[in-house]
């Protein structure tokens, strides 16, 4: 008996595979299970997309711009971010609204900076869409309200991502804190990116946070040309550079993108464009259309589709 016991057991190759396919599979979820709440996954997927899709001011070609409805929309549509101009009050509440003033999205008239979140509030920010796009009209967009930061990042948490931009924020001083704060609270740091014109505002943000996408803003009058020097310079601080596409082209695209900078040009509402946009190579587009966005990027990386 011992004899028998002591000779060697056959045990067949295929018995080998399935034991250690089955210990791989149960390390493999030992291992999600312990790190899922530690990793972004959200973050570690979007980088596989060829162009980030950032519907600007929500999806405000269908909906009043800078409003609940327009960023809802926006998400829905599958936009990797919602972008949002921050401005401060005249009582130090942050709200979204592209413009200085409240006159052209509201009927109501003001600086942003000169009135209380009541006073705005009160306004109605939906009404003007309706009767500037009747085909897109809806009768909940009237009385549509300006939303607050805080209320946008209550409504998606994390559901989404948001392109923070600070708007003049020389005229308002402490906007940024504020910002981070609400960003803080709502324990949001992967889920945002900020951009500016100013590079003050750029620069204080990083030194806050060293990991946050950061995106210098450029306008142009004029064929945009840009120097060696100026995008060592931003490349100091923030990891891309927003210019307005209409004054950009390929040439410009390249030079950027050499430097190790992103490119996410605004505002770009016509199919042929993104178009051109993608063929360039642009990282990210900013369109009032995301849906209109996505199609293109469908249609180029299938042509056959």
Known sequence: MFKKLQ????????????????????????????????????????????????????ASGYAPESTLSSYRLGVKMGADYIEIDVQMTADGELVAMHD??????????????????AEIKALDAGSWFNEKHPIYARDDYANEKVPTLREIFEAFGKDTRYMLETKDPEDSPGMEEKMWALVE????????????????????????????????????????????????????????????????????????????????PYTVNYQVNMENAVKWGVDGV????????????????????
């Open 286 to 305: 900013h369109t009032d259309f995301p849906d209109r966005l996505l199609e293109v990027i469908e249609e180029l990386d299938d042509p056959e589709a």
């Open 185 to 264: 609270e709502y324990d949001l740091r992967k889920y945002v990116a900020v951009q500016s014109f100013s590079p003050a505002s750029l620069l204080k943000i990083r030194t806050w946070d060293k990991d946050v996408p950061l995106f210098q803003l450029l306008w142009y009058n004029r064929p945009a040309r840009i120097s060696e020097r100026t995008l060592s310079e931003i490349g100091e601080y923030a990891n891309g550079i927003g210019a307005n596409y209409l004054r950009i082209n390929e040439d410009y695209v390249d030079k950027v993108k050499q430097s190790g900078l992103l490119i996410y």
């Open 7 to 58: 000779e060697p057991v056959n045990i067949s190759r295929g018995y080998l595979y399935a034991l250690h396919l089955m210990l791989l599979t149960a390390l493999v979820g030992l291992i999600y299970s312990l790190s899922a709440s530690f990793l972004d996954f959200p973050s570690l997927f979007l980088s596989d997309k060829k162009i980030v899709t950032i519907a600007h001011r929500g």
């Open 100 to 117: 200085t003033s409240v006159n052209r999205t509201t009927n109501g008239k003001g600086a942003v900076k000169d009135m209380t979140l």
